[in-house]
């Protein structure tokens, strides 16, 4: 039984780490999160529901350590642009490019709750159902976090690209390609 | 999933608007351009995968098997 629940915990770490790693902004905490997790995991592998989402499983309890425990601790560090093994990446086709550390930047911002949200159904492959279980929140909390994140992803996205600081290539091109909604 | 983001950004026209029930009722704004929309879509994927894509930290699978070790040898 435990070579089983062993293999599923393993194939879920990478999924565990990029949440924590959206949770938190920090490569370094998010590490020390999902061995949090895995510990608990594993001392509580009795109480896992064979034949539900291991992956819902194993966030919410993440989640929760890192709520209960390291917030508390004041470890909260939204040190972005220092943390990721940042490679330059872009995403987008010809006209649009978003610069993945721009994007790591705007994600930060976001108030938690709409951050993990948007992760879990945008990134993670969860269900609504499931990130309101996991959240403790009703799902249509979930949606409207969802709605606001974006909106809030889609303002910093364009407006930084809009201010006059010399943006870099990836948020002008964005302004680019956003300009015919943001001039409304 | 991503294309859950650009499902909600599009608007039926007019006729269904009064009987069609708000997905989140307090969102003004859910109403981006589904191309900005879509963007942001792919940029998280992309923020998402890099790191589940990135190699895993030797001291959480040294862990891992510490764990069982310990459980096999009790």
Known sequence: MSDAFRDQLVAEL???????????GSMQLADDLVQDTAVKAWSNQDKFQQGTSIRAWLFTILRNTYFSLYR?????????????SSKIAV?????????????????????????EALVMIGASGLSYEEAAE??????????????????????????????????SKATASVTRSAGAFTAD | ??????????????????????????????CLDPRLDQLIGRSLQAHYDDIVSAP???????????????????
């Open chain 1, 72 to 84: 508390k601790r004041g470890r909260e560090v939204q040190d972005v642009e220092g943390v990721y």
């Open chain 1, 91 to 115: 995403i987008g086709g010809q006209e649009s490019h978003i610069d993945l550390a721009d994007f790591r930047i705007a994600l930060a911002q976001l108030p938690e709750e709409q951050r």
């Open chain 1, 14 to 24: 990478p999924n565990l780490r990029a949440f924590a790693a959206s949770l938190c």
């Open chain 2, 56 to 74: 895993l930290p030797d001291t959480i699978l040294v862990l891992l098997a510490q764990l069982e070790a310990k459980e096999k040898g009790a």
């Open chain 2, 1 to 30: 999933m991503v294309s859950d983001f650009g499902k909600s950004a599009e608007r039926s026209d007019g006729a269904s608007s009064s009987t069609e029930p708000s997905p989140s009722g307090d969102d003004a704004e859910t």
């Open chain 1, 134 to 167: 996991i959240s403790g929140v009703p799902v249509g909390t979930v949606k409207s976090r969802v709605n606001r994140a974006r909106a809030k992803l889609a303002a910093v996205l364009s407006i930084d690209g809009l201010e006059d600081f010399g943006p």
